[in-house]
């Protein structure tokens, strides 16, 4: 089992308020968040982008080791995740995350390929963490 860990500060209330996010690693370090950088352009992170990155680089991961399990070598992903935050009710909820993949993998055909694809974006473990619809528009490119 494997734990990792990220924080969250909030001060202020609402539209008004200021937060920070860091993780584990260091990678995010006291990382601005607040209302401008989630519903608008402010420069700072949002929920909403880190499960895109997570997402994103969850399934990019996933494929790329099942390729390898089906005996392919060599090859490049480049995976887009865009993640799509909608009022809910009194709320938001996230309801898609629509992925977009370009792959380059000497040796397979397009339905090997579009199986493996399909496989790793379901068994993702943040594909199956998510309640909202996930799609994948998968490219393959000679």
């Given at each position: 089992m494997?734990?990792?860990?990220?924080?969250?500060?909030?001060?202020?209330?609402?539209?008004?308020?200021k937060?920070r996010v860091?993780?584990q690693?260091?990678?995010?370090?006291?990382?601005a968040?607040?209302?401008?950088t989630r519903?608008?352009?402010e420069?700072?992170t949002?929920?909403?982008?880190l499960?895109?990155a997570?997402?994103?680089?969850?399934?990019?991961?996933a494929?790329?080791?099942?390729?390898a399990g089906?005996?392919y070598e060599?090859?490049?992903?480049d995976t887009?995740?865009?993640?799509t935050?909608e009022?809910?009710?009194?709320?938001?909820k996230?309801?898609?995350?629509?992925?977009?993949?370009?792959?380059?993998?000497?040796?397979?055909?397009?339905?090997?390929?579009?199986?493996?694809?399909?496989?790793?974006k379901?068994?993702?473990?943040i594909?199956k963490l998510?309640?909202?619809?996930?799609?994948l528009d998968a490219t393959?490119?000679?």
């Open positions: 494997t734990i990792r860990t990220a924080t969250a500060h909030y001060e202020g209330l609402g539209k008004t308020g937060g860091s993780t690693s260091g990678v995010l370090q006291d990382q968040y607040d209302f401008t519903f608008g352009e420069p700072g949002n929920p909403e982008e499960i895109a997570a997402h994103a680089s969850c399934f990019t991961m494929l790329s080791f099942a390729l089906a005996g060599e090859g490049t992903l887009r995740a865009a993640v935050l009022k809910d009710g009194d709320g938001f996230v309801s898609r995350s629509a992925l977009t993949l370009t792959a380059r993998v000497p040796g397979i055909d397009q339905a090997e390929f579009d199986q493996i694809a399909a496989g790793a379901a068994g993702c473990p594909s998510m309640n909202a619809e996930i799609t393959l490119e000679g």
